[in-house]
């Protein structure tokens, strides 16, 4: 268990009022405020904080399963929940049905309205430029969420809102603009500082970040990308911005790549890895919401001798299972990252099963003991089969399964061990079992590798190269620190993508990477088999949540959804 976010009581009671409040009204203010101390780092955290739920499930779900990561499957009605999973993995988001996940954007949403009011209470004089800035550059963070995801997106900024008037979503590339000119204007202001002090907070090196991640998208973000005719390799204008960006992290020295693949993804990760700019920080105890595991841990894996080497007490769903398509990706012998995928890599990757024995709680390396479900020995396909048949429900009335949208594999072991799993963020069994689910791993957000790979990207494209670095150079430099064979050419942007996927599994960039190469509409899973319009370049912006709509009846939903 991590002790090191631990807070007073009264503090974490004021941290945790209104972070999740879906009602939140985008305009409104507080008319009064303790005036101590501790109601104003409440508060400040209240900002910094407000995407720790989010991040911790339903975000993950819906940006994880609507890359070719993961396929959500359901057991013969088990997590089925009227698609709502499925339909994100089939590229066949449905507003009403997958509300929950869509809803995040609330979430979001709320944060830039704490931020507001606090900057309005402050004030954005030069005296208080240290405290505001920060501020700024998360709500400009917030602001990129929704652009990135939802496209067109309100700019919320409290000197220019009008109380009397419905907010009005502006056009993603002004949006992107408005961020741009945002970041610039904060980003000296921002502490430099890199400490556990600073940890999880806006620094001067998350904005330089947030302004690559801008920048080597801005093609997406200022073209109509949801057009058939957008090309992912017509000449970006800001491709050397985003090599100054991510020059001002190098030559900070203040990050690296030193730290080991595995160890900086546990549930003991935090301030002292090297490689995290921005990251937020979950305590099973004090930060609560991370439970990544519940998901991608097959089914019945906490029972008898199960998939970790302490039974865990609390359920598991099991529904998160990774494409074939994308384990194909962890091929490469020798390579770290090949210890997060619960199945056959490297030199096995053509192996279909995968004989499967627990992990060991300490280090989240297999042991020698077989995973066992009531006596038989666990072993997960590669490839994930629907189910066929029929079965029996609660009611005593016989269901016939036809392999459809509801992406059934049975509930059986057959069907609960289909497809790979990622033990990327490895729990800490005993804080699961005691703290319903909740996982002590922080989740990075921003990190140096991505810096490396960015500006990579960004030369390979017609960028300027700088500080006698070359593609292949920074390509290395991220194949050495994982142990992986290094290349004897600079990589094309195929290569690229694919050492993005087995970078930042789990890390939420997927589905931006795949839009960005131009590979959203490549065939994976099944949502091809079930979704005859998957190729619809509409579907590149997700459809906003019911809720949305419903809170904001002068919004009209995006192309592609219906209304």
Not at 74 to 92: A, E, K, T, V
Not at 126 to 151: C, H, I, K
Not at 494 to 517: A, K, P, S, V, Y
């Given at each position: 268990?991590?002790?090191?976010?631990f807070?007073?009581?009264?503090?974490?009671?004021?941290?945790t009022?209104?972070?999740?409040?879906?009602?939140v009204?985008?305009?409104?203010?507080?008319?009064e405020?303790?005036?101590s101390?501790?109601?104003l780092?409440a508060r400040?955290?209240?900002?910094?904080?407000?995407?720790?739920?989010?991040?911790?499930?339903?975000?993950?779900?819906?940006?994880?399963?609507?890359?070719?990561?993961?396929?959500a499957?359901?057991?013969?009605?088990?997590?089925l929940?009227?698609r709502?999973m499925s339909?994100?993995?089939?590229?066949?988001?449905?507003?009403?049905?997958?509300?929950?996940?869509?809803?995040?954007?609330?979430?979001?949403?709320?944060?830039?309205?704490n931020?507001?009011?606090?900057?309005?209470?402050?004030?954005?004089g030069?005296?208080?430029?240290?405290l505001?800035?920060?501020?700024?550059?998360?709500?400009a963070?917030?602001?990129f969420?929704?652009?990135?995801?939802?496209?067109?997106t309100?700019?919320i900024?409290?000197?220019?809102?009008?109380?009397n008037?419905?907010i009005?979503?502006?056009?993603?590339?002004?949006?992107?603009?408005?961020?741009?000119t945002?970041?610039?204007?904060?980003?000296?202001?921002?502490?430099?500082?890199?400490?556990?002090?600073?940890?999880?907070?806006?620094?001067?090196?998350?904005?330089?970040?947030?302004?690559a991640?801008?920048?080597?998208?801005?093609?997406?973000?200022t073209q109509d990308?949801?057009?058939?005719?957008?090309s992912?390799?017509?000449?970006?204008?800001k491709?050397?911005?985003?090599?100054?960006?991510?020059?001002?992290?190098?030559?900070?020295?203040?990050?690296?790549?030193?730290d080991?693949?595995?160890?900086?993804?546990?549930?003991?990760?935090?301030?002292?890895?090297?490689?995290?700019?921005?990251?937020?920080?979950?305590?099973?105890?004090t930060?609560?919401g991370?439970?990544?595991?519940?998901?991608?841990?097959?089914?019945?894996?906490?029972?008898?001798?199960?998939f970790?080497?302490?039974?865990?007490t609390?359920?598991?769903?099991?529904?998160?299972?990774?494409?074939?398509?994308?384990?194909?990706?962890?091929?490469l012998?020798g390579?770290?990252?090949?210890?997060?995928?619960?199945?056959?890599?490297?030199?096995?990757?053509?192996e279909e099963?995968?004989?499967?024995?627990?992990?060991d709680?300490?280090?989240?390396?297999?042991?020698?003991?077989?995973?066992t479900?009531?006596?038989?020995?666990?072993?997960?396909?590669?490839?994930?089969?629907?189910?066929?048949?029929?079965?029996?429900?609660?009611?005593?009335?016989?269901?016939?399964?036809?392999?459809?949208?509801?992406?059934?594999?049975?509930?059986?072991?057959?069907?609960?061990?289909?497809?790979?799993?990622?033990?990327?963020?490895?729990?800490?069994?005993n804080?699961?079992?005691?703290?319903?689910?909740?996982?002590?791993?922080d989740?990075?957000?921003?990190?140096?590798?991505?810096?490396?790979?960015?500006?990579?990207?960004a030369?390979?494209?017609?960028?300027?190269?700088?500080?006698?670095?070359t593609?292949?150079?920074?390509?290395?430099?991220i194949?050495?620190?994982?142990?992986a064979?290094?290349?004897?050419?600079d990589p094309?942007?195929?290569?690229?993508?694919?050492?993005?996927?087995?970078?930042f599994?789990?890390?939420?960039?997927?589905?931006?990477?795949?839009?960005?190469?131009?590979?959203?509409e490549?065939?994976?899973?099944?949502?091809?088999?079930y979704?005859?319009?998957?190729?619809?370049?509409?579907?590149?912006?997700l459809?906003?949540?019911?809720?949305?709509?419903?809170?904001?009846?002068n919004?009209?939903?995006?192309?592609?959804?219906?209304?």
């Amino acid at each position: 268990m991590k002790t090191r976010y631990f807070i007073s009581a009264a503090l974490l009671a004021l941290t945790t009022v209104g972070c999740s409040d879906l009602d939140v009204d985008i305009k409104s203010q507080y008319t009064e405020y303790p005036d101590s101390e501790i109601a104003l780092s409440a508060r400040i955290n209240n900002a910094y904080y407000a995407f720790r739920g989010a991040l911790g499930r339903r975000y993950d779900e819906l940006i994880s399963c609507n890359s070719d990561e993961y396929t959500a499957v359901s057991f013969d009605g088990d997590y089925l929940n009227g698609r709502d999973m499925s339909n994100i993995s089939l590229h066949m988001v449905n507003a009403d049905a997958s509300n929950s996940q869509l809803a995040v954007y609330n979430d979001i949403q709320a944060g830039i309205v704490n931020c507001n009011q606090l900057l309005m209470d402050l004030g954005e004089g030069e005296d208080q430029a240290s405290l505001t800035a920060p501020l700024r550059a998360v709500r400009a963070f917030y602001t990129f969420l929704l652009m990135d995801n939802w496209g067109d997106t309100p700019i919320i900024d409290y000197k220019v809102v009008d109380n009397n008037s419905a907010i009005e979503r502006s056009p993603r590339a002004e949006v992107a603009k408005w961020i741009e000119t945002e970041l610039l204007a904060v980003r000296d202001n921002c502490p430099s500082e890199v400490s556990e002090s600073t940890y999880g907070t806006p620094t001067c090196w998350m904005v330089d970040a947030l302004l690559a991640k801008l920048y080597i998208n801005w093609n997406v973000y200022t073209q109509d990308v949801t057009s058939s005719s957008w090309s992912s390799t017509t000449p970006n204008e800001k491709l050397n911005d985003c090599i100054a960006a991510c020059d001002r992290v190098i030559k900070s020295q203040l990050f690296n790549l030193n730290d080991g693949y595995k160890e900086k993804f546990m549930y003991t990760n935090g301030a002292q890895i090297k490689d995290f700019i921005y990251a937020m920080p979950y305590d099973a105890v004090t930060a609560q919401g991370m439970t990544y595991a519940r998901f991608r841990t097959w089914r019945r894996g906490q029972n008898d001798n199960g998939f970790y080497s302490i039974e865990m007490t609390n359920s598991v769903g099991g529904n998160m299972t990774l494409t074939p398509e994308f384990v194909e990706l962890f091929r490469l012998p020798g390579d770290d990252r090949n210890t997060v995928i619960a199945g056959n890599t490297g030199e096995n990757i053509d192996e279909e099963s995968f004989d499967v024995y627990q992990y060991d709680n300490a280090t989240g390396m297999p042991t020698n003991v077989r995973n066992t479900y009531k006596g038989d020995l666990v072993t997960f396909s590669k490839s994930i089969s629907l189910a066929t048949g029929s079965y029996t429900d609660n009611s005593g009335n016989v269901i016939i399964r036809t392999p459809d949208a509801d992406l059934n594999c049975g509930a059986t072991l057959t069907g609960w061990t289909q497809g790979y799993r990622s033990i990327k963020f490895f729990p800490d069994i005993n804080d699961y079992n005691v703290y319903s689910r909740n996982q002590d791993n922080d989740v990075p957000i921003f990190r140096y590798a991505d810096i490396i790979l960015m500006k990579c990207e960004a030369i390979v494209r017609g960028g300027t190269a700088t500080l006698g670095d070359t593609p292949q150079s920074l390509f290395n430099q991220i194949r050495t620190y994982v142990h992986a064979p290094e290349l004897n050419h600079d990589p094309d942007l195929q290569e690229i993508l694919d050492e993005r996927g087995r970078e930042f599994l789990d890390e939420h960039w997927r589905r931006n990477d795949l839009i960005r190469f131009g590979d959203f509409e490549r065939d994976w899973g099944f949502k091809y088999d079930y979704n005859p319009d998957a190729a619809n370049p509409q579907y590149r912006l997700l459809p906003l949540a019911r809720d949305v709509l419903n809170a904001n009846t002068n919004w009209k939903q995006n192309p592609g959804y219906g209304e």
